[in-house]
């Protein structure tokens, strides 16, 4: 594929998107990250999109919402590996709240296996995912439907919610910064994930790689109110992304890092289980198998990952 031909299909993809990672660029134009990035630096040089953190966006400052169907097909693998390590968070008989998204859509179709699981939700997709578990009871919210993400908003679902308590909230969103938190870029949505959050114990965000240091308009979760980040390892070259990853763990955010890489068959491997400390919040970061206090190692991770 000539460079004329590629450039125009990256940006094709990013008008299509919002935001698409270098990753996920380089495997639709066939083509290594390396000559990917450089294309990126030659659109940008147009005005035609902007780099941020091991990927383009639409250029203007803030990157707008996705529909569900492309959402669906972007960053597939560290999704799942997201959701493998995060369901390892839930346990049996416990009561949660679970938002919209498709990587909290693969979070629940992990949770079907979790006996007496009481699991809250807004999303239709996360409801169906759990609509054949015999042991899961699930609750949806009022609300009206908003078809782009499958969710219900507005003033039914928040006054649903209120007065409710759980033990965990399983968020995701269109941008993640230490700053900010945790963003999206509809209103609407915003205000259902922040009634989400006041009715649970610890929230838990769940945030591929390319999520880390993009910031969009409607603000649902200040750093401060995050416990916990489930995240994929940036690449070797997204400084900024370890960056922001270091900077959320200084906040007091526990971070977990999956595993996305793949075996010789090639077929995923398995996400690598990190325990997460109790609700004391930490400074933390692990990706290793096994469970008991951190070694040195697990400790100097996020700073390792910023220094590559």
């Given at each position: 594929?000539?460079?004329?031909?590629?450039?125009?299909?990256?940006?094709?993809?990013?008008?299509?998107?919002?935001?698409?990672?270098?990753?996920?660029?380089?495997?639709?134009?066939?083509?290594?990250?390396v000559t990917v990035r450089r294309d990126v630096r030659a659109l940008e040089a147009e005005g035609l999109l902007d780099r941020r953190h091991g990927g383009a966006v639409l250029p203007g400052g803030f990157t707008r919402e996705s529909g569900f169907p492309q959402k669906s097909h972007l960053a597939t693998a560290e999704k799942t590996a997201i959701a493998d390590l995060a369901a390892g968070l839930v346990e049996e008989g416990e009561a949660i709240v679970v938002g919209a998204g498709t990587t909290t859509q693969e979070l629940a179709r992990r949770l079907a296996r979790v006996p007496g699981l009481t699991v809250v939700t807004n999303s239709l997709l996360v409801a169906q995912a759990l609509a054949h578990a015999n042991r899961v009871e699930v609750v949806m919210t009022g609300g009206t439907l908003r078809g782009s993400n499958y969710a219900l908003v507005g003033s039914g679902a928040e006054q649903s919610l209120q007065g409710l308590?759980?033990?965990?909230?399983?968020?995701?969103?269109s941008g993640l910064?230490?700053?900010?938190?945790?963003?999206?870029?509809?209103?609407?949505?915003?205000?259902?994930?922040?009634?989400?959050?006041?009715?649970?114990?610890?929230?838990?965000?769940?945030a591929d790689h390319t999520k880390l240091g993009t910031d969009t308009m409607f603000q649902t979760v200040p750093t401060d109110l995050i416990t916990r980040l489930v995240t994929d390892e940036p690449p070797a070259h997204d400084d900024r992304a370890a960056t922001e990853l270091q900077a959320l763990a200084d906040q007091g955010v526990q971070i977990a890092v999956a595993g996305t890489g793949s075996s010789s068959g090639g077929e995923q491997a398995p996400a690598r289980r990190a325990p997460l400390p109790g609700p004391r919040r930490g400074v933390t970061l692990r990706s290793g198998a096994g469970f008991?206090?951190?070694?040195?190692?697990?400790?100097?991770?996020?700073?390792d990952l910023r220094r590559r």
């Open positions: 594929m000539f460079a004329a031909e590629r450039r125009q299909l990256i940006l094709e993809m990013v008008r299509a998107n919002g935001a698409v990672s270098l990753r996920e660029l380089a495997r639709v134009v066939q083509t290594s990250e308590r759980v033990s965990k909230a399983f968020l995701s969103g910064t230490a700053e900010r938190g945790l963003s999206t870029s509809n209103m609407l949505s915003a205000s259902v994930d922040r009634a989400l959050v006041q009715a649970a114990a610890e929230v838990v965000v769940l008991g206090e951190p070694t040195g190692t697990e400790r100097g991770r996020v700073a």
